[in-house]
């Protein structure tokens, strides 16, 4: 007998999870409103439900019945066994204040240092260390009064350099900071000698400032913000040797020899004319100046195609939505670190809030026929940024083209002013602002 409700229990990146009961014939956006609600927050922006499908993560269409995604189990399942979704980041950012909300910030976070332990990029060792140094700052704070402990020690040298290392091997484990490679190259005792002295040259550094700060370091990490598919290069492969990564400014193709991924290709959004797929075989089209051949690859099935090239359209969405946003946050942070003030900002952060919320991809992913509202300012390469999304051989083509008109807001943001600066250096600034803003809206062309 069949029965009127089902269990579902969501994974958090931060090892929990979330159980709900939802009906038998409910949907995707039935289960992200039931996890919104425990979770306490009216957005997960960055996150997307996701299940498990031919060994890989793919998220779900939130208008499309969960049924569709477990088949025939759904039907004869029960209370008693919980079918499973997970919490995933759909959407990485390039700055951490994009995201509005400590709980989905702390989730986001969570998920970026399991990418980490799980890295293979063993070119990148230095990057390792100044992520452990944030992450052990924004969890433990200064380790200021570990210093002062030393000093206050009287016994002779070798006691104290003992008892130093004692403490440091105390306060954190090399397993949770770093890759198992890592470890296995360097070794714990030289992790555990090493981490703390550059996580002491954070001192002073809030823990919510060491949170932005690692956000924004590990978009430096080359196999961290981003979602990677396996597919073939030939139908007939046994296989999937490709790997086809999306991230917010485009897409990466790696080739996976023998456990080593190497790079062939990094498109950038403004470098790929056309997605396409039909059934299984999925292909990728750069523009004419790239002199590239169109790139053929196959993924397990048209199912899989459809939701790849969803999250590659959401992802192409997201990043035309906010980029005018993130340049802005840029040119502040620069501004702040040429000041040495890092309180300073220029920003309404309620009307910015609901700007971000309204551009959330997490809210409209299943709207592809609407027009995505644009909010960007202009620059001479994204001028011919426009990319083509078809589901199909059969459907329409979806594309997305910033407007200039839309960067009116921008020009309405308060100014908060700062201890430190005068309130005349703040509104100079602002009215700099609205004329760059103005002048490309009026112009059509960029001003830098």
Not at 15 to 26: F, P
Not at 330 to 341: F, L, W
Not at 368 to 373: I, V
Not at 431 to 446: F, H, L, S, T
Request: a negative charge; proline letters at 4%; charged letters at 25%.
């Amino acid at each position: 007998m069949r029965t009127t409700q089902k269990r579902v229990c969501v994974f958090l990146p931060n090892e929990q999870n979330l159980d709900c009961a939802v009906r038998a014939t409910a949907r995707g956006r039935e289960v992200l409103n039931l996890v919104l609600r425990q979770l306490g927050v009216s957005d997960l922006q960055v996150f997307g439900l996701a299940v498990l499908r031919d060994n890989e993560y793919l998220f779900l269409d939130m208008q499309r019945k969960l049924s569709k995604y477990f088949g025939n189990l759904w039907n004869r399942g029960s209370l008693m066994v919980p079918f499973i979704l997970f919490l995933r980041v759909q959407h990485y950012v390039e700055s951490g204040r994009l995201i509005l909300s400590s709980t989905v910030q702390q989730l986001y976070l969570a998920e970026l240092r399991r990418k980490v332990l799980r890295s293979e990029s063993h070119h990148q060792e230095v990057l390792f260390f100044q992520l452990a140094a944030c992450a052990l700052q924004a969890e433990v704070g200064d380790l200021e009064h570990r210093a002062d402990e030393d000093e206050d020690d009287d016994d002779d040298d070798d006691d104290e350099v003992e008892g130093k290392e004692k403490r440091h091997r105390q306060y954190f484990l090399p397993e949770d900071y770093f890759p198992p490679w890592l470890i296995k190259r360097r070794g714990r005792d030289f992790l555990l000698q090493h981490g703390p002295a550059l996580h002491v040259e954070l001192r002073g550094v809030t823990r919510n400032q060491a949170v932005l700060q690692f956000i924004k370091e590990v978009s430096n990490l080359q196999d961290g913000p981003v979602t990677f598919y396996r597919m073939k290069q030939d139908k007939k492969e046994l296989r999937r040797c490709i790997l086809l990564g999306v991230t917010l400014k485009g897409v990466h193709i790696y080739q996976d020899l023998e456990g080593k991924l190497c790079l062939l290709y990094d498109f950038s959004w403004a470098d790929i004319d056309r997605l396409t797929f039909q059934g299984s075989r999925f292909e990728i089209a750069a523009v004419g100046s790239l002199c590239l051949p169109k790139l053929v690859y196959y993924t397990p099935s048209a199912f899989h195609s459809e939701h790849v090239m969803r999250h590659l359209s959401d992802s192409h969405r997201l990043h035309i939505n906010t980029r005018g946003v993130v340049r802005c946050i840029q040119q502040m942070d620069d501004m702040q670190a040429s000041h040495s003030y890092r309180e300073a900002y220029i920003c309404d952060t309620t009307r910015l809030a609901h700007r971000l919320r309204s551009n959330s991809p997490t809210s409209s992913v299943s709207d592809w026929s609407a027009a995505p509202e644009i909010v960007t300012a202009r620059s001479r390469q994204e001028e011919d940024e426009v990319t083509e999304f078809e589901l199909c051989v059969d459907e329409p083509v979806e594309s997305f083209v910033d407007n200039p008109a839309d960067l009116a807001w921008l020009t309405e943001l308060s100014v908060d002013e700062p201890v430190g600066l005068p309130s005349s250096y703040w509104a100079a600034v602002a009215v700099e602002m609205k004329q760059v803003v103005q002048g490309r809206a009026d112009e059509g062309v960029p001003v830098d």
